[in-house]
């Protein structure tokens, strides 16, 4: 799948990934080729990779703080759903962060939760087949994957 085609899909989202967003991205993606399924994933675990990154990574969440008011730290969990809310944002969210990181603050609030977007290739695959997604993409999505990105964990 190409980024053109990647991101088209996206903007079905409208900015945001909601639950009914994601189902119907998901219904959408299913009545294509299980090859555009694939690339789709493909595309998406790239998209959270690039992102996976220290700078983005340890920005306090937007809309936290503490019990002594001090900023409150993005837990792996959050940072991974915080890039999928940026993803769902649209491809001129997802460039610009690269270029100010201060674009990427907003979507580490509790307000923003990308979580649905997860699971996409999943139900269109299951959707689409009948059958259990059960193949790994070539990047992994998972917070502090991305080597480059955080060069202080690298041993």
């Given amino acids: 799948m190409t980024w053109a085609a990647f991101w088209a899909l996206i903007a079905t989202l409208n900015g945001e990934a909601t639950e009914a967003s994601c189902r119907h991205l998901a219904e ?38 503490d019990r002594n008011g001090e900023p409150f730290p993005q837990s792996a969990d959050g940072f991974l759903y915080a890039r999928c809310a940026v993803v769902a944002a649209g491809q001129t969210v997802w460039e610009g962060v690269f270029f100010d990181v201060d674009k990427f603050v907003p979507y580490t609030s509790t307000r923003f939760d990308g979580e649905w977007l997860l699971y996409v290739p999943d139900q269109a695959y299951e959707l689409a087949t009948g059958k ?21 964990l690298k041993s």
Avoid at 36 to 51: K, S, V
Avoid at 132 to 152: A, I, M, Q, V
């Fill in 28 to 65: 959408e993606l299913s009545r294509r080729s299980v090859p555009d399924i694939i690339g789709f994933a493909e595309r998406h675990a790239e998209a959270l990779y690039r992102l996976d990154q220290e700078k983005f990574g340890t920005l306090p969440v937007a809309d936290m703080t």
């Fill in 132 to 152: 259990e997604w059960d193949r790994s993409t070539r990047y992994c999505s998972e917070s502090y994957s991305n080597g480059d990105g955080w060069p202080d």
